[in-house]
């Protein structure tokens, strides 16, 4: 059953001093000129913005994802952050959800993408601290490094799913969490004509580490953050292995490497693939993180259900399963050690997560992702996902080391007896992973931290710590547009098997896109607990107030920060491989009273006819009033809201009646 869901005009307002008696007079005089004439009902449907006719969305055997005449399209888009975390620091940020999605979807200021994808985070649905908002351990830290850091690592845990029965939220939670703040963006979309990736953005921060000498807090030993124990509290792997145990760190890494070395000892030689037919290694004793997987069935059996019957709709199941990652190439150089980690990951782990949603929604469009960051692409030559309809995602960022080696696509062959293929520049590549499924790259990004710093209004910001939100710090690094976007965006453009959401159009989560354009009162303040929503409840006068008023102008960064130049290649790509009807022209409607209409939904038809970006009872006067001027009688496609070709009183009933 198709949901119907509540529609967001923005932030309530002021209604001009007008007093509500004199709306329902006028409305009231317009009605009763009406009266036997009859009403129509509905809104009907304008010109709008973006794609105008949505289709479900499918794979083709020559793996793009096609329409249902099966034609190509390339998705192509940007990722906006949670809209609960938009929505309760909108007088941080500057703007909610709804008008973040109405900002990057408006043709009139250049923005053309096809796709907007939309994180539903466990830590704002359960409303957990941010889980990255400690120290960091360096030079600059010297608390870290003195191991007197237990309080605020303790703010650096991610979301644990036993926090509940099923996961890190409760099913109320989740409903209310969709209600609230999802279900407005998810329709935004719609009438925006863009896609809406529902991503199930379950990830786990990379914690700042011990020393590997028993420095660094709690888990000083461990010298990088994914060798941290699986049942540590500040890790959320996907899988443990049973050989060493869950008190051990469930990385590829410490297993391969802990295993070779207690080999060479007791055997004097590598590891031999007849070795894993003896039963006598970790290689195919891996087991999946139940907790996980509970969880995101929770997510999706209320989720995909909700959501089902929208076809412009795209489930991204799984953000990031994170560490075991699975490293190395697709044949040779021992690549049969991973090979039954793989299994368990599609057995145990994305199988039962696509089978919930399956259960609701046969026909939507899924962009599963895969181990090792969603960087473990090659494993799909070994078995592909058993599901229809599915693409596979892959993320990358300018810190990364392919990256560095702009060696994104690996046409380098790394298999046979050389036993290449095990280095990051060659294994977090694509490895070819377009010959089994369409590749969507849901996300990629670069900021540089010197020229962010030097240029922002958050003076004297160190960008690559915890107040703005740092969601992927490995998008901070000393590369640019010319050094990675251009090139990177290039590589990707070269093969419509490949489709690309940038992230993040944001002021706060980095990789930004924009930078605030307003007066920042405070760059720094303290969250209690290192949680917005502990703060909102105990002292909401720590947050400070930028924009009082949502919504407040953002920029856009430029070069060689990645805002600009993902817009114009938006804006160069709009119609290419977009084979569904579109409105990329804003409609040109002439001034009423010195004022210009606007259009609040993208439905075509402008509502909002004084122009102060509500729809209130001030435009029901003003539509009164003006209804036979020829700025309306010219335009009457723009405000004939009953569809009966003419502006007229049954128009202006409709609108109060909206109102």
Known sequence: MRRDYSRSTGE?????????????????????????AGLAGGTAAG?????????????????????????T??????????PKRLAITKEVRGKGPTQLVDTVTDPSDGWYPRVVRVPAQPTDIGEYPMGHTGPRYGEDHPAVQDGDVAADRARQRPPQPTEYEEGAFTRDQLLTYLEEYYDDVVERCRERGVYCIVDFHRHWHEQPSGDGEGNGGPEGSAGAENHLPYDSEYTNYWAYNDYYGQDEPASWGYVDDSFRNEYRERHGDVVPESALEDGDTPYDQWRVNQDLVDEAVLFWDVVAERYADEPHVVFEPYNEPTAPGIWGPVEGCAAWKQRPLWDVFVDDFATPIMDTIRD????TLLLMSVPGWCQSTQALHWRDFEHET??????NYAGHSVSTEANWLNDTDYGGDACNGWEPEESQGLQNAMDV??????????????????????????????????????????????????????????????????????????????????????????LINGSWYDTLEESPDLLPKHCPDPPCEWELWDHPNMGEYVKQRLADHRGDEVPFPVADDAASVDPID????????????YEDVNGNGEVDYADVVSYFNNMEEPAMTDNAEYYDYNDNDEVDYADLVDLFQQV
């Open 12 to 36: 309530a307002g002021a209604n001009d001093g007008l007093s509500r008696r004199r709306f329902l007079s006028a409305a009231g005089a317009a009605g009763a000129l009406t009266a036997g």
């Open 47 to 71: 010109d709008g913005v973006g794609i105008q006719e949505f289709e479900r969305l499918r794979v083709s055997s020559d793996n793009r994802i096609v329409d249902g005449s099966g034609d």
């Open 73 to 82: 399209f390339v998705m192509r888009g940007l990722s906006i952050p949670d």
């Open 360 to 363: 609701h929604a046969p026909d």
């Open 390 to 395: 599915v693409a596979v995602t892959w993320h």
């Open 437 to 526: 499924r369409p590749v969507v790259v849901t996300e990629f990004g670069w900021q540089n931290p010197e020229y962010t710093r030097r240029n922002s209004n958050y003076r004297g910001l160190n960008v690559t710590q915890a107040p703005l939100e740092t969601r992927c710090r490995c998008g901070l690094s000393s590369h640019s547009t010319a050094s990675y976007g251009a090139p990177f965006l290039d590589a990707i453009e070269s093969d419509d098997r490949i489709s690309w959401i940038a992230w993040c159009a944001d002021v706060r989560w980095q990789p930004s896109m924009f930078r605030a354009d307003f007066p920042i009162k405070s760059a720094f303040f303290d």
């Open 594 to 605: 010195g004022a210009t209409p606007t259009d609040p939904d993208g439905d075509g038809l």
